[in-house]
């Protein structure tokens, strides 16, 4: 299972926030791509899902946003 959220906008810590509440209604083994403008957000959401047992798959730089790969 696959999924995507678009937290463009949304700012650090907010959307971290917002990112866990989704991860945590993941069923085990799905993945999520997290979409944002944040460079902050960026930063912190793979430290934050890698600190909450949650694999980073992949952090990628895109033109003004990033794109963030997290399995459950």
Do not use: F
């Amino acid at each position: 299972m696959s999924e995507r959220l678009d937290l463009r906008g949304v700012k650090c810590p907010l959307n971290w926030a917002k990112a866990k509440v989704r991860l945590e209604a993941l069923p085990r083994g799905s993945e999520i791509e997290i979409i944002l403008d944040d460079p902050k957000g960026a930063r912190d959401i793979p430290r934050a899902a890698e600190a909450d047992g949650y694999a980073v798959i992949e952090v990628q730089r895109c033109r003004h946003d990033w794109r963030i790969m997290i399995q459950t």
